[in-house]
């Protein structure tokens, strides 16, 4: 089972990205899938997720700005950031979840900066 994330990289402030995870060994139909970041210096936090039945929550700092996608026939889940902030720079992971089973993509790397 592996999830990898893409779509990281260096933005002025104001500008967009778009982050994907591709999900492999098992299907994510069921699971629910969600992103977390960590800023340095600063606890992992779950920024955006969407369970099976397509319930979304996103952390309050991220309103409006960041939009979590799932495609389950493909089984990927995206994040479109838009109107990135400084203090959006941080190290995003994708996240599976279903009861007990959980997993974790590598990573990938998001700097907010001018």
């Known amino acids: 089972v592996q999830l990898v994330e893409s779509g990281g990289g260096l933005v002025q402030p104001g500008g967009s990205l778009n982050l994907s995870c591709a999900a492999s060994g098992v299907s994510f139909t069921f699971y629910r899938m969600g992103w977390y970041r960590r800023a340095p210096g600063k606890q992992r936090e779950l920024v955006a997720s969407m369970t099976s039945a397509g319930i979304i929550a996103y952390v309050d700092s991220v309103k409006g700005r960041l939009t979590i996608f799932r495609d389950n026939a493909k089984n990927t889940v995206s994040l479109q950031m838009n109107s990135l902030k400084p203090e959006d720079t941080a190290v995003y992971y994708c996240?599976?979840?279903?009861?007990?089973?959980?997993?974790w993509g590598p990573g990938t790397q998001v700097t907010v900066s001018s």
């Open positions: 996240h599976a979840l279903q009861g007990v089973v959980n997993y």
